[in-house]
């Protein structure tokens, strides 16, 4: 079964520092694996995505994340944060063979300060 | 394009009441999904549907929860009796069939349920 771990429930980061999210999943076959963002009390809206290539994807607003196979990791990255970078993220896998539904992480509240 | 559209954006409910909620996908959106997000927690895939028939429902819990798309379109989900662990947001999603699994998925605002 996949499963996806999100290594810190809370980061807190002053204006314009370099942040760093953390992903772990675990799964027996081959995954695809996205970053999602979620505003207070808005539905979700995808960041970035891993199906194949090359292992740093580029993402909206600035965002980037790594796919580590050895490491079965994802990391979101952001060189600068904004105030308006504070939401939710969440690091998500799905397998096409299992349907395509998303097996999501907790979840990281991301809280950049002034 | 427009966007998924759900119905209601907040309801209020005692227990061992009902509450249905709608969800319409995008336009030619083959697949659609319902997910389970209880606060401080990622979303939970609750049930999936390819056109009108149920790929997965293997965490709905079928003795309260029910959901059906009859027309391949818009789908409605349902809760009866409500509990108070039901308390979370409802989100729906769609995507083409090419796009499913490769994460071209398309999120609905959600419905925020309280039960009290």
């Known amino acids: 079964a996949q499963s996806v771990t999100q290594l810190d429930s809370q980061v807190p980061v002053f204006e314009e520092a370099p942040v760093e999210l953390r992903c772990n999943y675990s799964?027996?076959?081959?995954?695809?694996l996205f970053w999602y963002v979620q505003y207070p009390n808005q539905g979700l809206q995808l960041l970035l995505k891993?199906?194949?290539?090359?292992?740093l994807v580029k993402g909206i607003n600035g965002f980037e994340a790594e796919f580590n196979k050895s490491q079965t990791s994802f990391h979101l990255r952001k060189p600068s944060v904004h105030i308006s970078d504070t939401a939710e993220y969440f690091c998500?896998?799905?397998?096409?063979?299992?349907?395509?539904?998303?097996?999501f992480g907790q979840g990281t509240e991301l809280s950049v300060k002034p | 394009e427009a966007g998924v559209a759900q119905s209601p954006r907040y309801k209020i409910i005692e227990k061992r009441q009902s509450v249905a909620f709608w969800c319409n996908p995008i336009?030619?959106?083959?697949?659609l999904y319902w997910y389970q997000q209880i606060l401080g927690q990622g979303p939970k895939l609750l049930i999936q549907?390819?056109?009108?028939?149920?790929?997965?429902d293997s965490q709905l819990p079928k003795d309260r929860f029910s959901a059906e798309r009859l027309k391949g379109v818009d789908s409605t989900l349902k809760i009866q009796p409500a509990k108070l662990e039901d308390s979370a947001v409802y989100l729906c999603?769609?995507?083409?069939?090419?796009?499913?699994?490769?994460?071209?998925?398309?999120f609905g605002s959600g419905t925020r349920l309280t039960v009290v």
């Open positions: 891993y199906l194949s290539g090359s292992t």
């Open positions: 998500a896998v799905s397998d096409s063979g299992q349907g395509g539904k998303l097996i």
């Open positions: 799964s027996s076959v081959s995954v695809y």
């Open positions: 999603a769609s995507s083409s069939s090419s796009d499913r699994g490769r994460g071209g998925y398309t």
């Open positions: 549907f390819q056109n009108n028939g149920v790929v997965d």
């Open positions: 336009s030619g959106h083959a697949t």
